[in-house]
């Protein structure tokens, strides 16, 4: 079964998906134990009531911010490569960091600047910098002359 894709699911939307599974469970092995565990946005109280009135016990995150957090933190090493710490010397790779997360603090400002409607305004940190950013160079040497 295929919930909004790309959307998070309303408390219906997630019930209905554990009525289903729990029912398929349960025809086959009536008296199991089942402990249903979900992320933050599975944290509805329909959800949670669905549950509790069908003998489900259940773990669901209830932090939204932290899922967004790891998405800034993985923008972060991916999106701008400061994971990349591969230097010799502590201070060169301390540097580099440094120059990541004025990067990183750049393209978060610019994102955050562009109109509500925008596509800039969730476009990833990647999207941002090949788009905007990303300086071109001439060659005005070459080996020949």
């Avoid at 289903?20 to 009536?30: F, G, T």
């Avoid at 402990?35 to 009135?53: F, I, L, T």
């Avoid at 090493?77 to 591969?86: G, N, Q």
Wanted: aromatic share 8%; charged share 25%.
């Amino acid at each position: 079964m295929i919930l909004r894709s790309g959307k998070t699911p309303d408390g219906t939307e997630v019930a209905m998906v554990l009525r289903h599974v729990i029912r398929a469970i349960r025809a086959r092995w009536p008296r199991v134990e089942i402990m249903v565990r979900g992320d933050s946005h599975y944290g509805r109280p329909e959800a949670m009531a669905w549950c509790e009135r069908n003998r489900v016990a259940y773990i669901f995150g209830l932090d939204c911010g932290r899922g967004q957090m790891e998405n800034l933190i993985k923008a972060h090493k991916l999106h701008l490569a400061s994971d990349r710490t591969s230097c010799s010397k502590a201070t060169a790779n301390q540097f580099r960091l440094l120059t990541h997360t004025a990067a990183y603090w750049l393209i978060h400002t610019l994102r955050g600047l562009a109109p509500k409607n925008s596509f800039w305004r969730d476009a990833q940190f990647d999207t941002i910098r090949l788009a905007l950013i990303k300086i071109a160079a001439r060659v005005t040497e070459r080996v020949t002359r």
